[in-house]
């Protein structure tokens, strides 16, 4: 299902697309914004080389950067790992990482000094003004990179997707209690967390597929208090684009009551015709649970088929990263 209100707004996607960036865009976009390719706008950066095969490229829609991010401008150790995705600033904690199965994909096979810049710094030099939702896995740094972009939160992004960690991966790594201080205090609100967890390898056959909780992905918006203070930045011909935008990505992550709170105090930013195809896009999505009656015994088959999952999910033993999306549609 397509999270763009069309055809009514196809026009206003179309002159000002979803700018999404991508930090640590090593593998490609996450298949959970497919939904949003039509009308999207990437901006990715890497500083692993192999990301992107030292490309620096710019089409129209998607931005390609090879350049490391962080909290100033300057140089940085940068371990290169085996497997290309868990290469970071900072050293895997093998200590750790050992107690787990598969711990050679963060074997270091090259240690290297890189050039790393802000987001702020390098949306200034591609002359990047619109940012709408900024996506952020680089391996334990992502709290500097957040840091880095404190003037495009404040003044640009609705929301952020981020993966934090509660257990040291990396020596000395911000866990996600520092970057949730960071991202609240700068006006947003968690909504969702995907949880991963790992079992030890000595014990991974034994028990319940859960094992420790080690990382995740974390879903921060900003409520309608926040988006408000976006829009008093804008001019007042791109302040409905932006509320679109806005929509979308509560409906791209599964958040219809947090679009319709928002749109109820911008409607008046659209006309009668438009507000009513908003409204319809909002309350076309009745939740499944709802239109199942209630039935005697209905939370005793919620609690079989809840255990079943449990026993069919694959774990996370084997160390290996998994898709991990916040919300449905």
């Known amino acids: ?77 940068f371990y290169q790992t085996r497997k290309e995705r868990v290469s970071s600033i900072f050293r895997p904690n093998r200590d750790f990482l050992n107690r787990f199965n598969c711990p050679e994909r963060f074997d270091v096979l090259e240690t290297k000094t890189i050039s790393v810049d802000t987001l702020d710094n390098q949306l200034r030099e591609h002359e990047i003004a619109n940012v709408d939702f900024i996506k952020v896995d680089t391996q334990g740094s992502e709290l500097f990179v957040l840091q880095g972009a404190i003037e495009i939160l404040r003044s640009k992004a ?66 309608f208090r926040g988006l408000g203070m976006i829009l008093q930045g804008l001019p007042e011909t791109e302040q409905g684009g932006k509320v679109l935008r806005a929509l979308s990505i509560c409906f791209l992550y599964g958040y219809f009551d947090f679009a319709l709170e928002i749109f109820e105090h911008e409607q008046h930013l659209f006309d009668d015709k438009q507000s009513a195809a908003i409204l319809n896009r909002i309350k076309s999505t009745r939740s499944l649970s709802s239109r199942i009656p209630m039935f005697r015994g209905r939370q005793r088959l919620a609690n079989v088929l809840a255990r079943l999952s449990e026993v069919v999910k694959p774990t996370k033993a084997s160390g290996t990263t998994s898709q991990k999306h916040l919300g449905n549609l």
């Not at 763009?4 to 298949?31: H, M, Q």
């Not at 911000?174 to 079992?199: N, T, Y």
Request: with cysteine; hydrophobic share 45%.
């Open 1 to 77: 299902m397509s999270i763009f209100i069309e055809p009514d707004f196809t026009s206003d996607y179309k002159r000002c697309p979803l700018a999404l960036v991508d930090v640590g865009a090593s593998g490609g976009l996450e298949s959970n914004w497919a939904a949003a390719t039509e009308h999207l706008r990437v901006i990715a950066f890497d500083a692993d080389e192999r990301a992107f095969g030292g490309a620096k490229t710019d089409d129209g829609r998607r931005i390609v950067l090879n350049v490391g991010l962080h909290n100033q401008k300057g140089s940085l150790v």
């Open 158 to 223: 609705f929301g952020v997707e981020v993966e934090v960690e509660f257990a040291e991966m990396y020596e000395n790594q911000p866990l996600f209690a520092d970057v949730d201080k960071f991202l609240r205090a700068i006006g947003f609100q968690l909504l969702d967390l995907k949880l991963c967890h790992m079992k030890r390898a000595a014990g991974k056959q034994w028990g319940y597929r859960k094992g420790q909780l080690i990382y995740g992905d974390a879903l921060y918006l900003k409520d």
